[in-house]
C-alpha cells in the first residue's frame, strides 16, 4: 500500500519544502521526508532514490548554471539547501545499505562540497598503513560524533536523525551567526561535521553487496568525469584524486569481501574508458596509484580467493595501457609497490597474471636511474632465495632477468650477477623434472611451490616437456643477449650458457628437444653473432668492434663444439641427424671463410680446424663416422673437410680413396 503513495508523497512534501520560507514549515517538510525514508529502506529502493534525488536538487549544490561564488552564497546564507544536505548525507548514513542509483547523486554533492572547499580534509583521512582486517580507522573528528550501529536489528538508529536538523533553527540569519561569534567558515563546517561524511565510508562494510557496487561505480564514473564539470586542470586533478582516494578508502573497509566487488569495478573501469569525452589524463595516474595501494592492502595477508588479485592486476594493466606515460611519471611509487609484493608478501601473490604483471612493471619500471638500484636488487633477492620461483613464474622471471641486462648503462657487476643467477636456475628446472619424473601424471603444480595455483593457463606445465620449453625460454634469452654491446656481457653471457647446458643433462634431451635446441638457440646465436661480425667489417673505423665480436663468435663456436659432444648420442638417434650435421660443417665453412674486407682475414681460421678435429675425432671414436656400405655420412664428411679445412684431410681422413 505505502508504495503506491510513496512517490506522490515525496512529490508533494517536496513541493512544499521548495516553496516554503517558514523554518518550522522547513522542519516539519524535513521530518515527513525522513519518514518516507524511514518505510522506503524495506525493498522500495527506487523511493530512496528518488528521494536523494529531491534533496539534491534543493541543496543547489548540483546547479549546473550557477558560479561557484553564488553556489558558495547560496550555501553560506540560506538555510534551505544547508538542510538538503545534512538530509541527503543523513538518509546515506542511516539507509545506505537500500541506496541503489542515489550514491551518483550523494558522489556528485560530495564533489562539489570538495570542490567548494566546504570539505575539511579530516573528514575523508584514512590511515593506509593499517593492517587491520576490521577495515578502516577514520581519525575521529572534533564534533566527537561517531556511527550509531544497532546491533540487535543489525542497522543504523533512526531515531534522533530529525533532532539533528534543529539547531539551524537557532541560525535564523548571518546577523545571527554574527552575534553568536561564528564565522561563515566554522558556520559551513559545523554543518559538514553534522553530515558525518567520513562514517558513509568508513562503515561500508556493513553495506550489502548492491549498495556497495552502486556506490563504487558512482565513484568511478565520477572520476573519469561523468557528469562532471571542472573549470581549471588543477581542479579535475584534485577531483579525481580525491574520487581514488574514496575508493581506496572503501576497498580497505571491503577487503575481505574484494572477490564480490572488483570483478564489477574493473567492468566499470571498461566502461569509463570507452566514454566518449573520456581522458586518461589524470584518471590513468591517479588509477595506478590507488589500484596498487589496493593491491599491496590485499596481498598483505593470505587469502584463498584468486579471483581479487587478477581483477586488481587486470585493472592495473587497464590504466598503464591507457597511458603508457605513467610508468615513467609514477615509476618510484609503482617500483616501491611491486618490490614490497615481491619481498614481503611473495607467497601471497597466487596467479600467473599477478607474477606477469609485477615482473613485467619491475622490469620497465626499474630501467630509470633512480629506482633501478630498488629494481634490480627486488629481482636478485627473489631469484637468490628461489624460494618461491615456480613453473608457473619461472619464464617472466627470465623475461625480467634480460630486461635489467638489456640496460645499457646498467652497472657491469649487476649484470654479470644476474647472469649467473640465471645459469644456477637450470637447478630448479632440473628438480621441476625430477618432481614430475617421480611423480608421473599426477603431478600437481603446486607441488613446485606453495604459492601456485592451478588454473587454465597453467595447464601446460604438467606436461612431460615443459621443464625442456622453459629451458628453451632461458637459452633464447641468453642468444639474444649475446648480441650486447658490451663485449663483457657478451662474453659472459655465452658462459653462462654453456654452464646451464652443463646442468641441464638430466632434463628430457630427447633426439628431437637435442635438435630444436640447437636450432633456436645455439646455431641462431652463431648466425647473428657471424652477421654482426660480418656487419662491422664493412663499417670504417670499426676494426675494434668487429674483432672484439670476432672474439664472441670464437666462444660461440666453441660452445657449439662443446655442446654437440655434450649430448652427441641423443642427437646421433634423430632422423635428421644427417641434415643437422651438414649445418654444423656449414657454420664451420661459414666462420672459416668470413670476408672481413680491409681488415683482413678472420683469426677464426686458426679456431675452426681444432674444433673440427675434436668432434670428428669423437665421432670416429664413437664409431658414428665410418665407413658403411649403406650410410654416405662418411664420404659427405670427408668432402666437406676439404672444402673447409684441407689441412685436416691427411689427419682424419688418412686411408680414404674415393
Not at 524535513?30 to 534533496?55: C, N, P, T
Request: net charge negative; hydrophobic share 40%; with cysteine.
Amino acid at each position: 500500500m505505502f508504495a503506491c503513495i510513496a512517490g506522490p508523497s515525496v512529490a508533494a512534501i517536496s513541493s512544499f519544502f521548495e516553496h516554503a520560507d517558514d523554518d518550522e514549515m522547513l522542519h516539519e517538510c524535513i521530518g515527513g521526508l525522513i519518514s518516507v525514508a524511514r518505510v522506503a529502506q524495506y525493498d522500495l529502493e527506487d523511493i530512496l532514490d528518488e528521494l536523494l534525488a529531491s534533496f539534491s536538487k534543493f541543496t543547489t549544490l548540483l546547479n549546473p548554471y550557477a558560479s561557484a561564488e553564488e553556489t558558495l552564497f547560496a550555501f553560506s546564507n540560506d538555510l534551505k539547501p544547508r538542510m538538503a544536505t545534512l538530509a541527503v548525507f543523513t538518509i546515506a548514513n542511516n539507509f545506505g545499505y537500500s541506496i541503489r542509483g542515489g550514491w551518483r547523486n550523494v558522489v556528485d554533492c560530495l564533489l562539489k562540497l570538495k570542490r567548494l572547499k566546504l570539505l575539511p580534509q579530516s573528514v575523508i583521512e584514512f590511515d593506509e598503513t593499517s593492517t587491520s582486517s576490521d577495515g578502516l580507522r577514520h581519525k575521529r573528528n572534533e564534533s566527537g560524533i561517531s556511527p550509531s550501529y544497532d546491533p540487535k536489528f543489525g542497522c543504523r538508529r533512526s531515531s534522533g536523525m530529525v533532532s539533528r536538523f534543529s539547531h539551524f533553527l537557532t541560525l535564523e540569519s548571518m546577523e545571527d551567526s554574527i552575534s553568536l561569534g561564528m564565522s561563515e567558515f566554522e558556520q559551513n563546517l559545523k554543518i559538514i561535521k553534522q553530515c558525518r561524511i567520513g562514517s558513509i565510508f568508513n562503515n561500508s562494510c556493513n553495506l550489502p553487496d548492491d549498495a556497495m557496487l552502486n556506490l563504487g561505480r558512482s565513484l568511478i564514473f565520477a572520476a573519469g568525469g561523468k557528469g562532471q564539470k571542472f573549470s581549471t586542470p588543477i581542479e579535475e586533478e584534485e577531483t579525481v584524486g580525491f574520487c581514488w582516494d574514496l575508493i581506496v578508502a572503501i576497498s580497505f573497509v571491503n577487503i575481505n569481501r574484494l572477490h564480490n566487488l572488483w570483478p564489477s569495478f574493473h567492468e566499470n573501469l571498461l566502461g569509463v574508458a570507452q566514454l566518449p569525452l573520456f581522458s586518461p589524463i589524470p584518471f590513468a595516474e591517479k588509477a595506478i596509484v590507488g589500484l596498487f595501494k589496493i593491491c599491496v592492502r590485499l596481498l598483505s595477508s593470505p587469502r584463498a580467493e584468486r579471483l581479487p588479485e587478477e581483477s586488481i592486476f587486470k585493472s592495473i594493466n587497464l590504466m598503464w595501457k591507457l597511458d603508457k606515460e605513467i610508468l615513467d611519471t609514477c615509476c618510484e611509487f609503482i617500483i616501491k609497490s611491486v618490490s614490497k609484493i615481491l619481498t614481503e608478501y611473495p607467497a601471497n601473490l597466487q596467479t600467473i597474471l599477478g607474477w606477469k604483471s609485477s615482473l613485467h612493471l619491475l622490469s620497465v619500471t626499474g630501467r630509470h636511474p633512480e629506482t633501478y638500484e630498488l629494481g634490480v636488487n627486488t629481482f636478485i633477492t627473489l631469484m637468490s632465495d628461489a624460494t618461491y620461483v615456480s613453473r608457473i613464474n619461472y619464464a617472466y622471471c627470465v623475461d625480467c632477468a634480460f630486461g635489467f641486462v638489456a640496460l645499457k648503462n646498467s652497472p657491469l657487476e649487476k649484470n654479470l650477477k644476474i647472469l649467473d643467477i640465471l645459469s644456477d636456475s637450470v637447478n630448479l628446472l632440473t628438480q621441476w623434472c625430477k618432481d614430475y619424473s617421480d611423480s608421473g601424471s599426477n603431478f600437481s603444480i603446486a607441488s613446485s611451490t606453495s604459492n601456485s595455483s592451478m588454473d587454465d593457463s597453467s595447464k601446460g606445465f604438467t606436461t612431460p616437456n615443459f621443464a625442456m620449453n622453459l629451458f628453451i625460454k632461458l637459452g633464447e634469452a641468453f642468444r639474444k643477449t649475446s648480441l650486447a654491446r658490451r663485449e663483457e656481457i657478451r662474453n659472459h653471457t655465452i658462459l653462462s650458457l654453456q654452464k646451464s647446458f652443463s646442468l641441464a643433462e638430466e632434463l628430457d634431451f630427447s633426439p628431437l628437444n637435442c635438435i630444436n635446441c640447437f636450432n633456436l638457440v645455439i646455431f641462431a646465436m652463431v648466425d647473428d653473432l657471424h652477421e654482426k661480425m660480418v656487419e662491422y667489417s664493412r663499417r670504417d673505423n670499426a676494426e675494434k668492434e668487429m674483432r672484439s665480436m670476432e672474439g664472441t663468435l670464437k666462444l660461440a663456436m666453441e660452445l657449439l663444439t662443446s655442446v654437440y659432444l655434450q649430448f652427441l648420442k641423443p642427437i646421433t638417434m634423430s632422423p635428421g641427424f644427417r641434415t643437422f650435421w651438414l649445418g654444423v660443417l656449414r657454420r664451420m665453412d661459414t666462420c672459416m671463410k668470413a670476408d672481413l674486407g680491409d681488415y683482413g682475414e678472420t683469426k677464426l681460421q686458426e679456431v675452426v680446424p681444432d674444433l673440427l678435429r675434436k668432434i670428428i675425432t669423437k665421432m670416429k671414436e664413437e664409431e658414428i663416422l665410418v665407413p658403411k656400405e649403406d650410410d654416405d655420412l662418411w664420404d659427405i664428411t670427408y668432402i666437406q673437410i676439404q672444402w673447409i679445412a684441407p689441412s685436416l684431410k691427411e689427419e682424419l681422413f688418412p686411408d680414404l680413396e674415393i
